[in-house]
């Protein structure tokens, strides 16, 4: 008797499903890898960057520096406390003067001298150009008829007291017109003690001379104290407080006066016109 032997379970042929029917593409189920079967993410790839260039530093050449080891052990210094630093950090502070500041009548004197001063180089060179109250540009050509530029002289001398007269009336520009005035007044002084029958010695200065040397005086002084706050350079600091301005304008008025005298007088003061 010959038994036929068979497979429960028939080979499926390619293309269908073991019933025998054929497979359809769109409803096979998503093929899954063993992460998204184990609910995980798959890993992502990373690529390698390519390699930066390489930068080569120069070798350090430096010897090292030696170090010596030495047994030093660090003291703490404290402050020395005397009596002096106690009273000096005690110390109440000083209290503030309440009349620091104020000027008094300072400014107003230093406004009478302005007035009386430069009036005085306004009114008499207004009166020399003009020829007025006897006083005339021929007047003062006879009286540097000695000198050596006459001509230039008896314009120069009035219009830079009628200048300096003016500023400082006004208080304007005042260590420019300080110097005006020493420069007029200065050479005017000289001119005083030249024509002067006693030029070389001052006991017997006439009045003429002394006054030409007080005007000289106020001029220095008004550029050193500075026009004061009744002024039209109130707002300077050379009204209440000149420093270096003053002295330098003092130099400079000082020297234009004797380079002045130098030049177109030519004579000495002390020994006359004549001498």
């Known amino acids: 008797m ?32 063993g992460y998204s079967a184990a609910g995980r993410v798959e890993p992502q790839r990373i690529d390698p960057i390519a390699d930066a260039p390489t930068t080569v530093f120069a070798a350090n050449t430096t010897p090292p520096v030696a170090t010596v080891a030495t047994d030093h052990t660090p003291t703490t210094t404290m402050p020395v406390v005397t009596d002096a630093t106690v009273e000096s950090e005690t110390a109440l502070p000083t209290a503030v003067d309440p009349a620091a500041g104020k000027r008094g009548t300072m400014d107003f004197g230093l406004l009478l001298l302005r007035l009386f001063f430069g009036g005085y180089l306004l009114l008499t060179a207004t009166l020399v150009l003009f020829g007025q109250g006897g006083r005339s540009l021929a007047g003062l050509r006879d009286s540097f008829s000695g000198y050596a530029q006459p001509e230039i002289l008896v314009l120069l001398m009035p219009i830079l007291a009628l200048a300096a007269g003016l500023f400082l009336l006004l208080g304007l520009l005042t260590p420019f017109a300080a110097a005006l005035g020493v420069i007029t007044t200065g050479f005017f002084a000289m001119h005083a003690i030249a024509i002067s029958d006693h030029s070389g010695n001052l006991l017997y200065w006439e009045d003429t001379v002394w006054l030409q040397l007080a005007l000289f005086a106020m001029a220095v002084a008004l550029q050193f104290t500075g026009p004061g706050r009744v002024s039209a350079d109130f707002s300077r600091g050379w009204a209440k407080r000149p420093l270096a301005s003053s002295w330098l304008f003092f130099v400079i008025g000082v020297a234009a006066a004797v380079a002045l005298w130098w030049f177109t007088a030519g004579v000495n003061p002390l020994q006359g016109i004549a001498g």
């Open 2 to 33: 010959v038994v036929a032997m068979t497979d429960p379970k028939p080979t499926p042929k390619p293309g269908r499903f073991s019933s025998g029917e054929p497979i359809n593409q769109g409803e096979l189920p998503p093929v899954s890898n």
